[in-house]
């Protein structure tokens, strides 16, 4: 198979921890073709879609992870697969890409373009509201603090369009700044800002649950440190392993039929105690974290998919 994927820069990613090296070097093993390219190098000459990309392959031993040919163009119509694995935030260069790539009839979509452009991570999982904290999207100011106080005294605001933990706060009575962060979220009023029931299970982790068309293929837990209240990997946060409960399978089993349906092959959603927090399709990690816990490459599971879509 031919396979393109669309992500950040190359020399940024980590080999040791990035789900998307992860998928590319599971491409490799099976002997398929692999090229690269950002969400700018996407064009379109009159009805046909094309891609300026290189063609990767495993670097030299004690070398870089990864050599690369020159840049050639070619339509999206040849390839076998092709995957969108830009992280956030996502701007105009992202959208006009996913407008491409829904242009291409024929490759396997990880994930559907479609999908990727209407469902926000963030507000994806108040489709399923009755699994979420009790949730805000506003840009007043006013009515954020009022949530809060309405909550009790605590709240979490994320931003919209953020990940990894940035820009995510814990809002709290009494708190002198907590009117200037708000401020801060949502600029001045200018930007909608995401406020939910802050949930004291978080001391304990944040789920990761890894779903594979649908299905729930493992987790990690992720256990905020001592002085923090995000529970992401990238501000120190640690991995732990874990199962999933019979709350966690509800949750799954409520919303594996409806990422089918959108053309979601890889998703990976947070669980914070009993609620549902977030469903993330841009570009969801915990692959190799799971692979170190538990000995498991679900980047296999995933590539098995992509297989059998691309045969059927």
Known sequence: MRHLFILDPLDALDVTADTSVAFIQEAWRRGH??????????????GDPFVESVEIVAGPE???????SR???????????IWMRKDPPLDDAYLFATMLMSRAAGPVM????????????????LEFPDLCPTTLVSRSVEELLSFRDELGGQMI???????????????????????????????GGRQLLLAQRYI????????????????PAGAVLRVPADDESRANLHVGARAERVGLTARDQEICARIGPRLRQLGVIFAGIDVLGDYLTEINITS??????????DGVGLESDVMDVVEARRRS
Request: glycine letters at 14%; aromatic letters at 4%.
């Open 110 to 125: 990880v994930n559907d373009p479609g999908a990727l452009r209407d469902r926000n991570e963030k507000l994806f999982a």
């Open 71 to 81: 840049r050639r163009r070619d339509q999206l119509t040849e390839y076998d697969a």
């Open 157 to 187: 605001v994320k931003p919209l369009d953020g990940n990894g933990g940035r820009g995510v706060f814990h809002i709290t009575v009494g708190d002198r700044n907590a009117r200037s962060l708000v401020e801060a979220g949502t600029a």
């Open 200 to 215: 004291p299970a978080v001391r304990d982790g944040d789920k990761r649950i890894i779903l594979i068309d649908g299905q």
């Open 284 to 293: 969801p990690t915990g692959l190799r974290e799971i692979e170190h816990l």
């Open 33 to 46: 073709r692999v090229e690269a390219c950002g969400v700018t190098d996407l064009g379109q000459r009159d």
């Open 62 to 68: 004690g070398g870089a992870w990864y050599a690369s």
